[in-house]
């Protein structure tokens, strides 16, 4: 099975603009989860999706958004882009069990100018 | 809510020796399960290992085996013959099994290093 892509890989924006960032997760995983992933903060999660419906959310502020579509691809956005939001935004998948492994894209890289 | 701990911000071994990291976590659930990811420079998470907290046993993959302490709350990771490869950055995290903390609660994370 082919595992989880991330479109893009690599991004750079302007302070107040907006971004949108897509994961395909493994065939047959219908949870995606996303992190934010900085040298300061670690890993922190964002939020999961499962059947198109936000199942978890992090503490993160409202300009970070995500959804999910019936072919289980998922998508987030932050609008109006600040410095501190360069970071490594990884997706990962898993099956419907929230005890199943999550299973890892190779993130997006957003730099922050 | 759940917290883990990895004390040791770096570590070294050499190759073909046995490195051991720490893990410690805060939960008041009896149920839940337990992981090792890799993060090489690629900055690919990648899987080692997985425990769940029910079963006694300690989960091993080949050269990656765990010292689960439930009453102690400790997950170590043990890698033996460690080879050049293995240099990573090592996280450790947990996943609560129901509900609303059905997320990843991940370490800071251990840099291992691989003398040759």
């Known amino acids: 099975k082919a595992g989880v892509t991330q479109t893009p890989r690599y991004l750079i924006k302007t302070r107040g603009q907006q971004v949108t960032l897509s994961c395909s997760p493994i065939?047959?995983?219908?949870?995606v989860s996303w992190y934010q992933q900085t040298p300061g903060q670690g890993l922190q999660f964002l939020f999961e999706?499962?059947?198109?419906?936000?199942?978890n959310k992090g503490n993160f502020p409202g300009r970070f958004s995500g959804r999910q579509f019936s072919n289980s691809r998922s998508e987030m956005n932050v609008s109006t882009l600040e410095l501190g939001d360069s970071a490594l935004y990884l997706c990962?998948?898993?099956?419907?069990?929230?005890?199943?492994?999550?299973?890892f894209g190779p993130g997006t890289r957003l730099l922050v100018l | 809510a759940q917290t883990v701990t990895q004390s040791q911000p770096e570590m070294s071994v050499q190759e073909a020796e046995t490195v051991t990291l720490s893990c410690t976590y805060d939960?008041?659930?009896?149920?839940?399960?337990l992981f090792w990811y890799k993060q090489p420079p690629s900055r690919q998470m990648i899987l080692v290992i997985r425990q769940e907290a029910y079963k006694q046993q300690n989960a091993t993959e080949n050269r990656f085996s765990v010292n689960f302490q439930k009453a102690a709350k400790s997950f170590s990771l043990k890698i033996s013959d460690s080879q050049l490869g293995d240099a990573a950055m090592y996280f450790c995290a947990y996943r609560s099994p129901t509900g609303a903390n059905s997320k990843l609660t991940f370490g800071k994370g251990i840099t291992l290093s691989v003398r040759p």
């Open positions: 999706y499962f059947s198109e419906t936000q199942r």
């Open positions: 065939s047959g995983h219908r949870s």
């Open positions: 939960t008041s659930e009896s149920d839940y399960y």
């Open positions: 990962a998948s898993s099956l419907q069990d929230p005890g199943k492994t999550q299973y």
